[in-house]
């Protein structure tokens, strides 16, 4: 047997859950491909739009910072969004030398036509378990979430969508968005490098 085959993992052993977890990631990456190619974006680009829907209007610097590029790169980013119609620059109100990056209510309603039912229809489905089951099931994918975050090396950059993330604030978010309490959060694939 040589080195390399001593070194790949085998998931076939373990347990049907663990396995299930691995199909997720999988099906979560194809989800966001194929939302990605509607949109006509590509996954960093999408990662931006991701932010702009779940936070509102951002200036370029605390976009770059979200996600983790310099400022040429999320200036070729925002101008991307622009050319694509995803989004547009608007002064800052409360910094005259300042923009901010706006997403385009279209977009943001093309994105959420399809992130709401499948985020409706995965809600639904733990509610086909007991109070005592749906509690055990959140205990395990609580547990699963810190062993990922434990070998992921974790960053402070914010995602609003964690399911341990502050409340969103309503300040700076655009006029078009109004705040939505009851709003869905967006899925993301966070193991997978934008």
Same mark, same amino acid.
């Given at each position: ?10 998931? +076939? $052993? ?22 990605? &190619?509607?949109? /006509? ?19 370029? @610097? ?22 694509? +119609? ?11 030398? *300042? ?20 985020? @409706? $229809?995965? &809600? ?10 749906? %509690? ?13 975050? *434990? ?11 964690? %399911? ?6 309503? %300040? ?15 899925? @993301?694939?966070?193991? /997978?490098? /934008?």
């Amino acid at each position: 047997m040589s080195q390399s085959d001593q070194q790949t993992p085998s998931f +076939g $052993e373990s347990h049907a859950a663990t396995l299930l977890l691995r199909e997720l990631l999988d099906v979560t990456e194809d989800f966001e491909r194929t939302l990605g &190619d509607e949109l /006509s974006v590509n996954p960093t680009d999408l990662t931006a739009m991701q932010h702009l829907i779940v936070a509102g209007a951002l200036s370029p @610097t605390a976009l770059a910072e979200r996600l983790e590029l310099s400022s040429a790169a999320v200036t070729t980013v925002i101008d991307r969004l622009e050319a694509l +119609g995803h989004a547009r620059r608007t002064p800052n109100p409360d910094d005259r030398r *300042g923009t901010l990056v706006v997403p385009e209510p279209a977009s943001v309603g093309r994105a959420m036509s399809r992130i709401v039912p499948m985020v @409706t $229809e995965v &809600d639904r489905a733990i509610h086909d378990f007991t109070d005592d089951e749906q %509690a055990i099931i959140t205990r395990y994918l609580t547990r699963v979430v810190g062993a990922y975050r *434990g070998h992921a090396h974790p960053t402070e950059r914010p995602r609003p969508w964690r %399911a341990d993330a502050a409340p969103r604030p309503h %300040a700076g978010r655009s006029a078009a968005l109004p705040p939505d309490e009851n709003a869905p959060t967006l899925p @993301t694939n966070e193991s /997978s490098p /934008s």
